[in-house]
Every structure is written in structure tokens, then in C-alpha cells.
């Protein structure tokens, strides 16, 4: 492998600008052979609940492809859309494309993610600035829930659901009783 014959594969985060993306290939000392763009889906708690994600990944495919189209004067270039989950986009991405670098673009990604992509042995560099990370375990353990992302997602909707349904009905018998003893049937 040649500088000129790296494969880059670049994980499109958030709405980064096709033409901010080119630039910044552009401006590599060796520019890419080949570009496989994959834009994750970004699938909001509402969507993900009532499982109506098809809106977010046919966003991510239109992401991507605007991606391909802007970087297709640079390198022979590719994109699909992907998993929700980043990791696991750049999993599926590299099952069909022999990527020598992943590049994340997009401010969407957190301070993590950089270090959880370097388990794939590939040199890993970010567009823009890394996040500073400000959030705690508990942050992000939660934020993993409520992307559907942790095993224990479904036991916690199960759970959470209940309880909700619980204070509902308890709120509920409160006002009738309040109601009956303002009436004085009590």
C-alpha cells in the first residue's frame, strides 16, 4: 500500500457540509485511492420507540450520497447508509470495504467514540475537534439506554412504562377520593 493507494473510510456524523469534507480531503498531504462514506442513522427516542426509523436511514442515505457525489472529483468514491449505533456501522462498513483509515466528520460524535473505533487496528482521525469529555459514566450509560444501544433497554421501557402506569393510577385514585370527600360522599 502506497500513500496515493490508502482507502479511507469516513464515518459522516451529524450534518457536517459535503463541501467542508472535500476541503479537508483536499488538503491531505497523499489524497485517498478510494472513499467509502457510511452516515449512521440518527434515529431520535420518539422514532426508536415506536420503531420508525425508515425517515432517518432514507436521511442518512440522501447524507451519504450527497457525501459521494461532493468527494467523487477526489477518489473513487462510495457511501451507504448506516446502523445507528457508529461502532456498529463502521463494523458492517468494513465487512465490504478494506478501509486502511476511518476519519469521523461531524461535531455529533462524542469524545468516545475515537477511542472505541481503535479496536478495528486502524489509525482513527476526526474532521473536526474532539469533544471535551465533560459528561460522567452515568451520562453516557443513560444516554447508551436511551439509544436502544444497552442490553438492559428493554427491561427498563418495560419497567419504566409500569411505573408511569402505576403513579398514573395512584394519582387518579387520590383526585376521586378527593373529589368524593369534597362532595361529602366520603
Do not use: C, K
Amino acid at each position: 500500500m502506497t500513500a496515493a493507494g490508502v482507502n479511507l473510510l469516513v464515518l459522516l456524523l451529524g450534518d457536517t457540509p459535503p463541501r467542508r469534507l472535500r476541503d479537508a480531503i483536499a488538503a491531505r498531504t497523499a489524497p485517498p485511492a478510494r472513499i467509502h462514506v457510511v452516515a449512521p442513522a440518527i434515529v431520535g427516542p420518539l422514532d426508536w420507540l415506536a420503531t420508525a426509523e425508515d425517515t432517518a436511514y432514507q436521511q442518512a442515505e440522501v447524507r451519504a450520497f450527497e457525501a459521494e457525489w461532493t468527494l467523487a472529483d477526489q477518489a473513487q468514491a462510495e457511501g451507504e447508509a448506516g446502523d445507528v449505533d457508529p461502532i456498529q456501522a463502521v463494523e458492517d462498513a468494513l465487512r465490504g470495504f478494506p478501509a486502511d483509515e476511518i476519519l469521523i466528520a461531524g461535531e455529533a460524535a462524542d469524545s468516545d467514540l475515537e477511542q472505541a473505533l481503535r479496536r478495528f487496528d486502524l489509525p482513527v482521525r476526526r474532521l473536526d475537534r474532539a469533544p471535551r469529555s465533560g459528561h460522567s459514566r452515568l451520562y453516557r450509560a443513560l444516554r447508551g439506554l436511551a439509544g436502544g444501544h444497552g442490553n438492559a433497554t428493554p427491561f427498563l421501557l418495560f419497567l419504566g412504562v409500569n411505573t408511569a402506569l402505576l403513579l398514573l393510577g395512584v394519582l387518579l385514585s387520590l383526585l376521586a377520593l378527593l373529589i368524593l370527600w369534597l362532595s361529602g360522599n366520603l
